[in-house]
């Protein structure tokens, strides 16, 4: 059946097996996530050593961005469009149980549905970007535009504009000089992702400067 069904289902076991580690036992959920992800890595590549497929091991893991079909692109759009409505359903939910989870539990939501549901949408959106970027540059791909967008505004709304301005820029970018590189799109746009972050942090680390010597100055 479809990779992405594959994918999805494999993410939900990953997702609701590392919601239930965190809520019983006193392990940190990066630290089960970090646990769940390298047994269900190692499970997969037992998998494909004995499963005849004709998906390449370095698609799953890099990415295969010039190899897409319009089925995927279609599987693509489905999910984005799927991550889009429960965003827009249960954004203000989800934002007060991340910001403040003490807060939401007394305006009665459910911590627990809540969370699970996170873990979720973030699922949808990684099998999303996997046959574009792979398994392993996913990660960068997720966080990267958020740090970028969290250095450069405070406000939550402008991060997530900023985010997706950022990505879709970096994306378009990286594809364009892969071409001229002769390297595989996916490491270029990570790359061309890390760059921008070097630029943005040394720029706001120098404003910061300036500001501080400012002050004393003035004192």
């Not at 004709?54 to 010039?66: A, K, N």
């Not at 319009?70 to 827009?88: K, M, N």
Request: aromatic share 10%; with cysteine.
């Amino acid at each position: 059946f479809s990779f992405a069904v594959g994918g999805f289902l494999a993410g939900m076991v990953c997702a609701l097996l590392t919601g239930f580690l965190t809520e019983n036992s006193r392990l940190k959920e990066d630290t089960v996530m970090g646990l769940v992800f390298s047994i269900m890595f190692a499970l997969g590549i037992i998998l494909i050593s004995k499963i005849e497929t004709t998906v390449h091991l370095d698609h799953i893991l890099f990415g295969d961005l010039l190899g897409l079909s319009w089925r995927d692109v279609g599987e693509t759009f489905g999910l984005a469009i799927l991550v889009l409505v429960l965003l827009f359903l249960f954004g203000k939910n989800l934002l007060l149980y991340i910001f403040d989870s003490v807060h939401a539990s007394v305006a009665g939501l459910s911590n627990r549905l809540l969370h699970y549901g996170l873990l979720s949408i973030l699922c949808v959106t990684v099998v999303g970007a996997l046959k574009a970027v792979g398994m392993i540059l996913v990660i960068a791909m997720l966080i990267t535009p958020g740090a970028i967008s969290y250095l450069l505004t405070k406000r939550f709304q402008s991060m997530i504009v900023v985010s997706v301005a950022v990505s879709v820029v970096c994306s378009f970018l990286g594809i364009y000089l892969s071409f001229f590189l002769d390297s595989a799109p996916a490491p270029t746009i990570i790359c061309v992702f890390t760059l921008l972050f070097i630029a943005v942090f040394l720029m706001k680390s120098l404003t910061n400067k300036a500001v501080t010597t400012s002050s004393k100055a003035k004192v």
